[in-house]
């Protein structure tokens, strides 16, 4: 984008002036000297006589003019640059943030194919103990052995949990498609997101089931790192 250049101030004769000097210097010389060949007098030092030459400024109106022109017209070429900026960092960052709720879906369906098994693995931690035990204490019958696996299981079911976080994960991607100001909702959701993974590490009763839940909470944090870069 082109800058409009100011010109610099004019240069002209004040002839008028230039005049009477020169009429003056004829009358002085019949006088001073009738009879003495005077020299005529030389140009430059003419113009050196204060006053002679003289600098005209243009109108004060098209300089200003040309100034804010000359104003507007940077602004204008550093808005477009930074708009441009602004979308590429856009791209980049939806890029990266679609990759990470990509990771954390599959970390969430990974999560979910562990849970499971979760019941059957308590039957069978249960079950052990109970044969380790039966040496030291009277058998536990069957609706016994029920009912604490039934408390157990209930304990450490995750579904709601997992379903709550599938929910989120497909709202994050709702809210990146908008492609306006997300950054607040997406922070919210972040919170809703770690909350949830809080839970179903505290609630697990596998160690796979845990290391997920860990690896989840690590991918959350990253993704919200890059949450804090939007509006």
């Known amino acids: 984008m082109s ?6 101030p004019a240069i002209r004769v004040n002839r008028p002036m230039l005049d009477q000097i020169v009429a003056l210097m004829r009358d002085l010389s019949r006088d001073i000297a009738k009879d003495t060949e005077v020299a005529p007098p030389r140009l430059d030092g ?9 600098t005209v400024e243009e109108d004060p109106e098209p300089v200003i003019m040309a100034r804010r022109d000359a ?9 477009d640059r930074l708009a441009a900026a602004r979308r590429e960092e856009g791209a980049r960052l939806e890029a990266l943030l679609t990759d990470q709720r990509a990771r954390l879906a599959a970390l969430v ?7 499971a098994v979760q019941p059957a693995a308590i039957r069978a931690r249960l079950e052990a103990l109970l044969g380790e035990l039966s040496g030291l ?43 306006e100001a997300i950054g607040r909702e997406l922070d919210f959701l ?19 089931l845990t290391r997920i839940g860990l ?4 991918a959350i944090e990253q993704f919200r790192e890059q949450v804090q870069n939007l509006e």
């Open 137 to 179: 204490a009277s058998p536990v019958s069957e609706e016994r052995v029920a009912q604490e696996l039934a408390m157990l299981v209930t304990r450490a079911d995750v579904r709601e949990e997992l379903d709550r976080l599938h929910a989120h994960i497909a709202q994050a991607g709702e809210l990146l498609q908008r492609g």
């Open 71 to 79: 104003v507007l017209a940077g602004w204008s070429q550093a808005l």
């Open 46 to 54: 003419l113009l050196a006589v204060r006053g002679v030459i003289e």
């Open 109 to 115: 369906d990974a999560a979910s194919a562990s849970a």
């Open 215 to 218: 690896s989840l909470k690590a």
């Open 190 to 208: 972040c919170q809703e997101l770690n909350r949830e993974a809080n839970t179903l590490c505290s609630k697990s009763a596998d160690i796979e």
């Open 3 to 8: 800058v409009t250049r100011l010109v610099p």
